[in-house]
Each structure stands twice: as C-alpha cells, then as structure tokens.
Antibody, heavy 120, light 106 residues
Framework: QVQLQESGPGLVKPSETLSLTCAVS?????????WGWIRQPPGKGLEWIGS???????YYNPSLKSRVTISVDKSKNQFSLKLSSVTAADSAVYYC?????????????WGQGTLVTVSS | EIVLTQSPDFQSVTPKEKVTITCRAS??????LHWYQQKPDQSPKLLIK???QSISGVPSRFSGSGSGTDFTLTINSLEAEDAATYYC????????FGQGTKLEIK
C-alpha cells in the first residue's frame, strides 16, 4: 500500500521560503510515476502547485512557477517543495500526492496534508 | 490555463435523492476529467476518472459522464455518508481543479 507523509514547519514568516518534504513508503519513487504537490487554503478549493518525475523532470503551475522548486531524493524515497517569498496568501494545507502512470493522469494516493501558516 | 467551473457551489439534499453536479471546462479536454470527494479534515479521494471510468472500492451509486467541455457527476440514492465537497480535475493540460461543490445532507 502506497503511503505519503508530509513534513515541515507549520509556521513560516512572510518573505521567507516554505520548505516541505513528502516521504513515500510502499513504493519506490525510482520505479516511476509523477509525484506532486497540491494546496488548499483554509475553507477554499484545491490548487495544483507542481509535479516531478523520478528523473527530475518537473511541471509547475504557471501562476507559481517563478517561486516554486520541486526536487526528488531517490536515496531517501522522498520529494520536496520549496516556495519562496511567501505571503499570507500562501497559508494553506499542503498535500503531496502520486499521479498515476502513463495514460492514468489522476492523483490516486494522497498524504494527510500539513497546515502551513505564513505569519510574523 | 484551462478553467473548470462547477455548479452548483452548494446543494442541500435529502437521503435517497439523486444528485447531479456539473463541471464545465473553458476549452475542450476530451475525457481527461476526474472527480474527487473530500470530507471535512480528510484528503481528497478519487471517485471517477476519465469522465466515466469507475474506481475500485467506490460505491456504484457514483457515476460520471460527459466529454469535451461538459461533464456530470451523478450520485444515485444519496446516503448520509456522501456529505462532502466534490471537485472536478482536468489533466488534459497541466492540472486544474474546479472550485468545488459542497453537498449537505438534510
């Protein structure tokens, strides 16, 4: 059974960089699939942030692209998100998720989510 | 960017009722439209993929239809446990989600 677990600081100061990690168990990232980040501001809808393949190929939401970096650490079977120059608008629950294989482009496994608040 | 617009934003329904939620895409996305259910304080759960394909473990009362720009999620004989927010998601061009439809059970 594939499991994903987000971790990272729950509080980040404005203008700083938000950093989160998603640990994957039950599946080797090196075996394939895309791995992504999705966020949800309190009481609002879902927003895709970006996705990464085990090779390092990335795709980002154009509205966040200038501030986002997603990387993968195959040795630790985890992938990470960095979002720079954060503001209060970046406060949200951040989910990591697995995107299905070729031709199956759905988010089929999700982490439980981690709340990040941007505040001084 | 492909924009997905769901309707309604909110619906209050009684058990055993039939519910229809629609999702309209700003441009044609073929059948690359998926539906998720999110209950309070939980992660989204995949319900339907590629407009109408069922997902193992999801009750058969959930079904989907549509192609191009107009899609529908139908819940037949609604149960109390179906109280949740439902999101559509397109994977035709990067990824975007609809704004969500909150379903309240009377």
């Amino acid at each position: 059974q594939v499991q994903l677990q987000e971790s990272g600081p729950g509080l980040v100061k404005p203008s700083e960089t938000l950093s989160l990690t998603c640990a994957v168990s039950g599946y080797s990232i090196s075996s394939g699939y895309y791995w992504g980040w999705i966020r949800q501001p309190p009481g609002k809808g879902l927003e895709w942030i970006g996705s990464i393949y085990h090779s390092g190929t990335t795709y980002y939401n154009p509205s966040l692209k200038s501030r986002v970096t997603i990387s993968v650490d195959k040795s630790k079977n985890q992938f990470s998100l960095k979002l720079s120059s954060v503001t209060a608008a970046d406060s949200a629950v951040y989910y990591c998720a697995r995107r299905g294989g070729f031709g199956d482009y759905v988010f089929d496994y999700w982490g439980q989510g981690t709340l990040v608040t941007v505040s001084s | 960017e492909i924009v997905l617009t769901q309707s309604p934003d909110f619906q209050s329904v009684t058990p055993k009722e039939k519910v229809t939620i629609t999702c309209r895409a700003s441009q044609s996305i073929g059948s690359s439209l998926h539906w998720y259910q999110q209950k309070p304080d939980q992660s989204p759960k995949l319900l339907i993929k590629y407009a109408s394909q069922s997902i193992s473990g999801v009750p058969s009362r959930f079904s989907g239809s549509g192609s191009g720009t107009d899609f529908t999620l139908t819940i037949n004989s609604l149960e109390a446990e179906d109280a949740a927010t439902y999101y559509c998601h397109q994977s035709s061009s990067l990824n975007t989600f609809g704004q969500g439809t909150k379903l309240e059970i009377k």
